[in-house]
C-alpha cells in the first residue's frame, strides 16, 4: 500500500522499479552533449513517415520496442502502458501504440507527461492494479511547431524567450522487484497560472508550478534542496529556471548548488541556436530514460527529484485571451529501495 | 490492495464508493427524456461566457462543485481530480480546474474518459494514494462541432449516421466507505481498429473496441451478459449499438435483453431530429452521474457494467488518412461491497 505524507505526497511502502528505459532523438538531438545518451538516432525527421504526426508515433513506438528489447521482454509481458504527447487528441500516443496490443490509459500533462506517466503507473504497481507497466512520451519539433505556433514554412523569428521543441522520445519499463531505480514517492501537482500570456515564453508559465510542486514536496517530507544529489526540472529552460530559483529562495529553498532543468541539458544552447532552451514532453523523457536513469542505476546518483512541468493551454484559449495555466508532477527516484528521503 | 483477474482485469478488494454525483446540461438536454436526470441546466449554451471553449470550462467546474455540494465537501477535502475531455489540450478540464486548487491527473480518452477517470481514480484510492478523489470530464456541442467537423455557421448536412455532441459534465466523488454504489472490479481497454476512416461515423469505429473490452471482462470473470442488471456501454449511438451486438454475438455474448447505450438514452431520437443518438464525453458522463448512479444507489438497478468508449484519432491524422483507433475501458458497478460477481 502507499501511504500519503502531508497533504500533497504519497509514498510507496513497496517501491517499484525501473527496469530499463530507452531514448530516441534525431539529428540535432544527436549534435547535442548528451548525444551518448540516446539508445536510436534517426537523422530523418520524418523516421520513415509521410508527416511529421505519424513520424511522432514511429518514434514513440521504436521507444517502447527498444524500452522493451533491454527489458528482455515483449509488448505482451506488459499489463498497461501510461502515455501521452502534446499532438491533439494526443495522436502521437495513440497511433504509436495502437499496434502494440497493450491496455492503454492515455494522460494529458504536456511536458510534465513523463513524470505523470512515471507517477500514475507507479500508483497502479502500488495497488496491485498492474504487475508490469509502460510509461511514455514524446514530442517533435515540426509538429509541435505547426501546430501551437505558425507552419514552420513560414520561417518565423523564434523570440529570445522561445524554447526548442525537442523531436524525442522516452520510455521506461516499471515492476516491483529488487532492480532500481526505485519510485519512492510522488507529488502530484496543481494547476498554477500568474498571468502570463505570451506562448513563446514557456518557462516563465510553468516556472511557478515546478516552485509549488517542490515547496509541497519539501513541506510534506520535512526534506530540503541539500538532501538530494539532483533536483531536475523540464523543461522551463534559461528563462523559466532562473524564474524558478527566485521562487524557491523566495520560499526558503536554495536550488542553486542542486539542480538542473533538462531544457538545458539537451543542446548546446550558444551553438544550437535554440535561445532560451529545449522543451516538449520528449525532452524531459529522454534526458530521464537516456540519461539519468541509468546514472541512478549505476549508481552515479542516488537521491533524485524529477519534477517535469507542463503547460496546459491550447492556441485556441490563448488566442481567447486566457494566460497559460501549467502544472508540474514530482518524482522522487533512488537508488535504493529503503531508507533514503521519505 | 487491488489484484488482477485474467489478463486484462483488476478486482478491488477493498472497493471505492461514489459517494455522489452530479450532472450539467444546457437546453437540448433539458428537453430529451433524462432532462429530470440533470443537477443544473443553464439554457444559455454559453454559460454566461464568451466563448464555447471557456463555456465547456465553465460547465465542468460547475459540475465538480454541484457533487461536492452534494457531499457535503469543499475542493480542500478532495486530494485530487482526474479528468479530461475531448479538446485540445483537454482545456475543458484544465481551465475548468484551475481555481480548484486540487491536484490533478490529466487524462485523455475522449469519449471514454467517464469510465477512465472512474477507473483510474478508484485505483488510486485501492492503493492508498489518495483517500477522497473526483472523476470528471464534459463535452460541447459547439466546441466540438468547430474543431472536429466544420464550423457551425457553415450549417454543412449531417449525416444519418452522425452523432450529437451532448453539451453536458458530469462528476463524481469517490472514496472508500460503506457508501455506494462500489466501483467492483475495472478492465482497461486496449486500442482496436477495424478501419473506419468516416469522421461521421464514430459509432461503427468505436463498437469493436467495446466489444473486445466486454469479451476481455467475460473471460476474464467467467460471467456473462446475464449475470448483470444493465450493460450500459457509451456512447455508439444507433449504428454502433447494432455493431456491437453483431460483433458479442460472434464470441459467444447475447447482448440483446442486457445492453443499452448512453448515446440512445440522452436524446429522443426522432423528435430532437440527432440521427444516430448522441455522443460526446458528456453524454456518459451525465447519463452515468445524473442518472444510472441515483438507480444504483437506490438499489433499482444492482449490477451494472458501464463500458465507455472513445474515438482517439484527430483531424490532422484523418486528413492524412488514418483510420478512427478506438478504445472502450469498463467499469463494473454495483450497490453491494461483497458478494456480487467477481
Not at 500533497?8 to 511502502?13: A, E, I, S
Not at 509488448?75 to 497493450?102: E, H, K, P, W
Request: proline share 3%; with cysteine; hydrophobic share 40%.
Amino acid at each position: 500500500m502507499a501511504k500519503r505524507k502531508g497533504k500533497y505526497t504519497v509514498v510507496f511502502d513497496d517501491p517499484p522499479g525501473v527496469r530499463e528505459s530507452a531514448a530516441v532523438g534525431s539529428k540535432k538531438e544527436s549534435e547535442g552533449p548528451l548525444a551518448q545518451a540516446f539508445d536510436v538516432i534517426n537523422e530523418d525527421s520524418y523516421f520513415g513517415e509521410k508527416t511529421w504526426e505519424k513520424a511522432e508515433s514511429r518514434m514513440q513506438e521504436t521507444a517502447i520496442n527498444k524500452a522493451l528489447e533491454k527489458a528482455q521482454l515483449s509488448s505482451a509481458d506488459i499489463d498497461c502502458i501510461f502515455a501521452g504527447d502534446l499532438l491533439n487528441q494526443c495522436v502521437g500516443s495513440t497511433y504509436g501504440i495502437r499496434a502494440l496490443g497493450m491496455p492503454f490509459i492515455g494522460l494529458f500533462g504536456a511536458c510534465s507527461t513523463m513524470a505523470e506517466s512515471l507517477a500514475v503507473s507507479s500508483v497502479f504497481l502500488e495497488a496491485g492494479a498492474v504487475t508490469r507497466a509502460v510509461a511514455c512520451t514524446s514530442s517533435h519539433f515540426c509538429s509541435a511547431e505547426r501546430q501551437f505556433r505558425l507552419p514552420l514554412e513560414y520561417g518565423g523569428q523564434r523570440t529570445p524567450t522561445a524554447q526548442w521543441t525537442a523531436t524525442a522520445a522516452g520510455a521506461a519499463v516499471l515492476e516491483k522487484g529488487e532492480v532500481g531505480p526505485f519510485v519512492r514517492a510522488v507529488t502530484i501537482g496543481t494547476i498554477e497560472d500568474l498571468g502570463i500570456t505570451d506562448a513563446n515564453n514557456m518557462g516563465a508559465a510553468m516556472a511557478p508550478a515546478a516552485a509549488m510542486t517542490l515547496k509541497h514536496f519539501f513541506e510534506d517530507t520535512g526534506t530540503n534542496p541539500s538532501n538530494y544529489d539532483l533536483i531536475i526540472t523540464g523543461d522551463l529552460g534559461k528563462v523559466g529556471t532562473d524564474l524558478l530559483r527566485e521562487l524557491t529562495l523566495k520560499d526558503g529553498y536554495d536550488l542553486e548548488h542542486h539542480h538542473t532543468d533538462c531544457g538545458l541539458m539537451l543542446y548546446d544552447l550558444e551553438k544550437q541556436d535554440v535561445h532560451a532552451g529545449a522543451s516538449g514532453c520528449g525532452c524531459s523523457a529522454s534526458v530521464m530514460c537516456g540519461h539519468i536513469l541509468p546514472l541512478i542505476r549505476r549508481g552515479t546518483l542516488n537521491e533524485i527529484l524529477f519534477v517535469a512541468t507542463g503547460a496546459l493551454m491550447s492556441p485556441t484559449v490563448v488566442q481567447q485571451g486566457e494566460s497559460i495555466a501549467s502544472i508540474a508532477h514530482l518524482v522522487y527516484l533512488s537508488s535504493k529501495k529503503t531508507g533514503g528521503r521519505v
